[in-house]
């Protein structure tokens, strides 16, 4: 596929010849942070639990945008698991340049009825998981030498509690912090790291958790498309998960050269209310 000519401007936002990795990348918010990585020139390897939706989402977004885009399957929780495959991923690609730590579980339960197996699977895979797939890229970004994007996803919820979700949201606010600390300790390394914090995204996380999320504040409601719902978005409507994958392009490209330890809301203005 030949490379279009770019602008000035524009050079600043591709992505062309980097290598990129996405964890929970099947569907939803990662699956479209890679499709939008991959249309701005990236290789991208999209790692997921679901191995057969990583297969037919790698191939659908290879198709489109011509781009080496593959899947690999681990548990961002199985930590030998997660290490051999962001491993093969710089094997595969020669380099890693970004990566995105996306996974992220969200099950509701009221705060009394958290059992420990909760606790740890929600910790264990959105926090810990984003602390060592951080981790494992940044190793791969230093052998290389040439610096590299680190970009976790967080939520509004690391400052605005959800409802139902304690243990996630303490979770959430654990990568914010993660991500200022790391964005300390390896800015020398030339690595960025940065947080995008999404409000209320359409994703098929959220549709299977739809009545959990709009009753979470004790609302009769049923549909996150309620008017009623929706009206606690200063913006008016819910995200798309493609609202969310454009500001990560900005935040892994050279436009963002020197942004590192922020969290971006993507929040149609939530956290305004
Ligand atoms: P989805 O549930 O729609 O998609 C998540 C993807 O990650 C799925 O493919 C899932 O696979 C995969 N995944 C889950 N657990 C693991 C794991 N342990 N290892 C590897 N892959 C895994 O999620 P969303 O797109 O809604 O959310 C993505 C991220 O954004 C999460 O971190 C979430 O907390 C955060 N977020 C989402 C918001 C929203 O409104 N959607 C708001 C704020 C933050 P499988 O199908 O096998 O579970």
New binding site residues.
């Given amino acids: 596929m030949s490379e279009p000519t770019l602008s000035a401007l524009a050079t600043l936002f591709t992505l062309t010849g980097r290598a990129a990795l996405v964890?929970?990348?099947?569907?939803?918010?990662?699956?479209?942070i890679t499709a939008r990585f991959a249309e701005a020139g990236a290789d991208v390897a999209l790692?997921?639990?679901?191995g057969e939706?990583?297969q037919a989402t790698a191939q659908a977004i290879a198709t489109r945008t011509g781009r080496r885009v593959m899947a690999m399957v681990?548990?961002?929780?199985?930590l030998p698991s997660?290490r051999a495959t962001i491993e093969a991923a710089a094997t595969l690609y020669g380099r890693l340049d970004i990566c995105v730590a996306?996974?992220?579980?969200?099950p509701f339960a009221a705060a009394l009825a958290v059992d420990e197996a909760i606790w740890d699977r929600t910790q264990?895979?959105?926090l810990k998981?984003a602390f060592f797939t951080s981790q494992a890229a940044a190793r791969q970004m230093m052998t290389h030498g040439q610096g590299g994007r680190i970009l976790m996803?967080?939520?509004?919820?690391s400052t605005r509690p959800s409802g139902n979700l304690a243990h996630?949201d303490a979770a959430?606010a654990g990568v914010r912090m993660l991500a200022r600390s790391l964005a300390l300790e390896w800015a020398r390394y030339g690595i960025t790291v940065n947080v995008i914090?999404?409000?209320?995204?359409?994703?098929?996380?959220?549709?299977?958790n739809a009545v959990d999320?709009v009753q979470a504040d004790g609302a009769t409601l049923v549909d996150m498309h309620d008017p009623a719902f929706l009206a606690r978005i200063p913006m008016g409507r819910?995200?798309t998960?493609d609202d969310?994958a454009r500001a990560a392009v900005f935040l892994v490209s050279d436009a963002a050269s020197y942004i590192t330890g922020a969290t971006l809301s993507v929040d149609g203005g939530i956290l305004l209310t």
């Fill in positions: 964890t929970g990348g099947a569907r939803g918010i990662g699956a479209a790692l997921d639990s679901d939706a990583a681990a548990d961002v929780a199985d997660l996306n996974a992220g579980i969200y264990d895979v959105t998981g996803i967080g939520s509004t919820s996630y959430k914090a999404p409000g209320e995204i359409d994703t098929p996380g959220t549709r299977a999320i819910l995200g998960a969310v």
